[in-house]
């Protein structure tokens, strides 16, 4: 699958929306990879999840939203960008009011995922 973020019109507001989340999560102390990922599966609580970017996080809608906000409902389960973290321990599920608008990231050690789908290499440049 050829790499986009959900909302964004084209490739290039993909990228610079990429950039901001990835800034974003650096300002909080989340360095990440340049790695594009599609889809992530992992255990988590012994639940096992399945999640592709542009996808539904189910479970999210009985989350008590961090911080006490008031949160929309269809924004919340809504997966815009699942990164990794430098050093490759950690994964990044990125949702509206999860890494992306506000507060941290849904955070997946690599020992509990069970599968990983990366975005289409972009092609290169001649």
């Known amino acids: 699958m050829k ?15 990429l950039d901001s989340i990835r800034c974003f999560l650096l ?4 360095a ?5 990922i599609h889809r992530l599966a992992f255990w ?3 639940d096992h999840f399945d999640l592709e970017v542009g996808g539904h ?6 989350e008590w939203p961090l911080g ?3 949160e929309e409902l269809g924004l919340r389960c809504l997966v815009v960008a699942i ?3 430098v050093g490759g321990d950690w994964f990044y599920v990125c949702l509206p009011y999860r890494g992306v608008l506000r507060n941290y990231p849904w955070l997946v050690h690599r020992d509990e995922v069970t599968g990983i789908e990366d975005f ?7």
């Not at 300002?27 to 989340?30: A, K, L, R």
């Not at 990440?32 to 594009?36: E, F, K, M, S």
């Open 32 to 36: 990440t990879t340049a790695r594009r």
């Open 57 to 62: 996080h189910p479970g999210m809608e009985d």
């Open 68 to 70: 006490g906000r008031r």
């Open 44 to 46: 988590n609580r012994g």
């Open 3 to 17: 790499f986009f973020i959900p909302a964004a019109s084209d490739a290039a507001m993909a990228e610079d929306a």
């Open 83 to 85: 990164l990794e973290g």
């Open 120 to 126: 289409e290499p972009e092609p290169a440049a001649s």
């Open 27 to 30: 300002e909080q102390g989340y």
